[in-house]
């Protein structure tokens, strides 16, 4: 425990000001963060169409069981 | 629940004869205090005599785990062939009633005896005896009232030993870490004021073990 | 459960939500913090893990009480299909937790009671699935793992409050730390992350209604 407390008390003391931390401000300023979010997007959207079309699937089964 | 002059013999009926079920068949009782003692002394040659109190005291707790988990295993099981009597005999809460206190004035011995082992062979570091007996009986009240619903719960699975650890540990786990640290603190000779709030909390939790039991016991019970 | 099966709208907020949890999560500004640095943008990820897994054996309990008092068979399978999406969910939270305090904390596991406490709910409902195969009777197992769903739930609430005041957590709100007490009240993470927890937690109860239906399909078949 006490090496995480002193860990970070150190890092504090070396970088006291907030607007030293080191963000990935590069990265988003150059525009490539939108191409990591439509990656995800995209993927996303694929298993929510899986998950729509599982739904229906499991939804026609019920039904069938049902009418039998 | 009201109970009735009628009930409370009948409850103290069962009682007795849990008494003389473990009286008559010794092997239950002396099967323990042996797996007790050997416990103790495979601790004692393991750590050769000398030990902190940290670990005299997380030692004494995890023993009285494992012993408490053995002995009071065997509340339901051994009911197999008596449980149809009892079914038309008796209500669920009686019944419950009769285990809780029997199992806990059981592990309540079984705890003053392994103390008493315990010290001679590894030491005795305790300072305030009401205070830490007080805390034993509390965690006492907490194990042997958990072990007895997940008994009634194994009770009724294929493999009942191993279903008791499987489902007892993650349970009794609040009860054991409570009594644990509320217990170092009193070997490190703590007041009773200083403790106070740990000691409700493990109250509290006695208390919601036993509701908890007196609830849902009888559902496994109907069969 | 009921309503969710009959219903539709939920999975549009839920599709809403998690896209708004994505783009919001990886935009808007976050506090810069020493350590955490981007890293801080998991909360909307790995934290709703730790919630949905919550409010998902919640619903397996209330289920499970249903169960007990009504006896009606459909209970006992919401109540499991429920505890089974409640551990997914906790097993993602902890893999992903580790995964986070490896770099931030410096080891996967330090013995963190936050940590502690999704391990031992996990162990719970682990144990609640073991004792199910190994009880035939099929009425029997239904009764039998209900009483055990509850008492060990209720178990499990003081543990979560009697854990943290037993050491320290690195986890933000309790115990002393400076490097994260910042963004507790940091609105623009707040502007995301509830909608993420209910996000979440919703794609949760969808899966479980899926497995609901499935399973319940099964059990007709079966008896026919």
Known sequence: MLKYILGIIMLIGTQLAPAQVEMADDFRGEGKIYVVIAIILVILAGFFFLMFKLDKRAKRLEKEIEEK | ?223 | MGYLLKTDWWKWLCVVLLTYTVIGGLLLPVPKLPILNETIRTLHFHVPMWFGMILLFLGSVIYAVKHLSGGNIKYDTYSVQLANMGIAFGVLGIVTGMIWANYTWGEPWSNDPKQNASAISLLIYLAYFVLRSSIQDEQQRNRISAVFNIFAFFLMIPLLFILPRMSDSLHPGNGGNPGFNAYDLDSNLRKVFYFAVIGWTLLGFWMATIATRLSLSKQKLEDA
């Open chain 2, 1 to 223: 629940m009201n109970l009735h002059l009628h009930d409370v013999s009948k409850v103290l009926h069962l009682i007795k004869k849990d008494l003389i079920v473990d009286w008559r068949q010794q092997n239950p009782i002396t099967g323990i205090l042996l797996y007790l003692s050997s416990t103790i002394f495979a601790t004692y040659m393991a750590f050769e005599g000398f030990v902190s109190t940290e670990v005299w005291n997380a030692l004494f707790w995890i023993i009285l785990l494992f012993t408490s988990i053995n002995a009071i295993s065997k509340s339901f099981i051994q009911e197999e062939r008596r449980s149809h009597y009892y079914f038309f005999l008796c209500k669920p809460n009686e019944i419950i009633l009769a285990k809780l206190i029997y199992s806990f004035v059981y592990l309540f011995c079984i705890a003053i005896v392994s103390l008493i082992i315990y010290s001679i062979l590894l030491g005795n570091p305790i300072i305030n005896y009401s205070l830490f007996i007080l805390n034993l009986t509390l965690g006492c009240v907490g194990l042997s009232g958990a072990f007895t619903m997940v008994s009634s719960i194994a009770f009724r699975s294929s493999n009942r030993s191993i279903m008791m650890a499987v489902l007892g540990f993650p349970v009794i786990i609040p009860v054991l870490i409570l009594s644990i640290s509320n217990s170092y603190k009193i070997l490190d000779s703590y007041v009773f004021i200083q403790i106070q709030g740990n000691l409700t909390a493990l109250f509290s939790v006695d208390v919601i073990i036993i509701a908890l039991t007196f609830v849902l016991f009888p559902f496994t019970w109907k069969s």
